[in-house]
């Protein structure tokens, strides 16, 4: 399993931005992982339709932290879309050994030989199953107001 904890997987980890809870976020949502225990939570704002703030709780393994850190240092500015499609891109790397997602989330490539092991797939994906929750919660809240 060292094979996976690279020098750059493990600087991403060491260094997540946008740690804290955002006071009044328009969405939040709380994730766990069930294998491992790696737990989220994640507050953002939105201005039409983009994060424009973050905020971040985590305990995780380093590759849950990672992931994390990749997605809080290129989530503000992308909408609900980018984070959809960067998340079914990071699973499908994970799962089917598919091409690593492009563009502002490009640096989860770092995560690639985390495929192999299946048991740490959830924590990967917690920031992003957390994103698509708290982007809906904040958009059904816009909805209500």
């Known amino acids: 399993m060292s094979d996976i904890y690279s020098n750059d997987l493990l600087e991403l980890a060491a260094d997540i931005p ?74 499908a790397m994970l799962k089917d050994g598919a091409e690593p997602p492009r563009g502002r989330f490009s640096a989860l490539v770092s995560l690639q030989p985390a495929a192999a092991y299946r048991q740490r797939h959830g924590s990967i994906l917690l920031a992003f199953d957390a994103a698509v929750e708290a982007f809906e919660a904040a958009i059904a809240h816009s909805q209500a107001e």
């Open 18 to 91: 946008h740690i804290g809870r955002l006071s009044a976020p328009h969405g939040s949502a709380h994730k766990v992982s069930r294998i491992c225990g790696s737990e989220l939570t994640l507050d953002l704002k939105l201005d039409e339709g983009r994060i424009c703030e973050l905020g971040l709780e985590l305990q995780a393994c380093a590759l849950g932290q990672a992931s994390a850190s990749v997605f809080a240092r290129s989530a503000i500015g992308a909408d609900q879309d980018e984070i959809r499609a960067a998340r079914e891109a990071l699973k």
